[in-house]
């Protein structure tokens, strides 16, 4: 596609269920990065990937969450015995690199709800 | 580390009247980049402009301009002649070598018709 496709739109949860929420980056984008953003808040930095490689993974809440990359393409964030408080927004962008600077391209997220 | 502030949690402007958003920022990064979003209801973070911070010229992108002040690490977003579509979120945001961008709390702007 066009851009940066992110499935599901939506997700309910029941507390403690698993979740997995998928990122689709635009072709040939080698950095990948996962935001999460609250109600009324900013997105915050989650993690980043460079091809199949997680670089850096110091924003991730806890250990329920984990993130992977396996063939450097599409994305999954996985969340395990999901809690109220992980519901939020959680957004997913892709970067080029050309001759005017480093270009993110954000898809529209998921919006999870945890009740 | 960086840090974002956005003080100001909402705006309104009269269509065709111009509008300034407030950023202020911190960070630790000798070369870094700062930006405005526009978030829409459709939850999609699209980039309305960049500055590096090692160009003195204000950056401009047809109707959005920045004032950016690096001594007083302010980047204050001007929209000029707004329009309804401009109604949104805005959120300012900073990123150093790691490209991991730090974003402020954002603001609503609501354009009047």
């Known amino acids: 596609g066009a851009g940066v496709s992110q499935s599901p739109r939506y997700k309910v949860a029941k507390r403690g269920q698993d979740v997995a929420l998928r990122c689709d980056p635009i072709?040939?984008?080698?950095?990948l990065f996962w935001y999460q953003q609250a109600l009324g808040q900013g997105p915050e930095f989650l993690t980043y990937?460079?091809?199949?490689?997680?670089?850096?993974k110091s924003g991730l809440p806890s250990d329920r969450f984990f993130a992977e990359r396996p063939e450097g393409s599409v994305s999954t964030l996985k969340i395990q015995r999901t809690q109220q408080e992980d519901s939020a927004v959680y957004l997913c962008?892709?970067?080029?690199?050309?001759?005017?600077?480093?270009?993110?391209?954000f898809g529209s997220g998921t919006q999870l709800s945890v009740l | 580390a960086q840090t974002v502030t956005q003080s100001q949690p909402e705006m309104s402007v009269q269509e065709a009247e111009t509008v300034t958003l407030s950023c202020t920022y911190d960070t630790s990064e000798n070369n870094y980049y700062l930006f405005w979003y526009k978030q829409p209801p459709s939850r999609q973070m699209i980039l309305v402009i960049r500055?590096?911070?090692?160009?003195?010229q204000n950056a401009t992108e047809n109707r959005f301009s920045v004032n950016f002040q690096k001594a007083a690490k302010s980047f204050s977003l001007k929209i000029s002649d707004s329009q309804l579509g401009d109604t949104a979120m805005y959120f300012c945001?900073?990123?150093?070598?790691?490209?991991?961008?730090?974003f402020g709390k954002g603001i609503t702007l609501s354009v009047r018709p």
């Open positions: 945001a900073c990123t150093g070598a790691n490209s991991k961008l730090t």
């Open positions: 500055q590096e911070a090692y160009k003195q």
């Open positions: 990937f460079q091809n199949e490689a997680q670089l850096d």
């Open positions: 962008a892709s970067s080029s690199l050309d001759e005017s600077g480093e270009k993110l391209f």
């Open positions: 072709s040939g984008h080698v950095s």
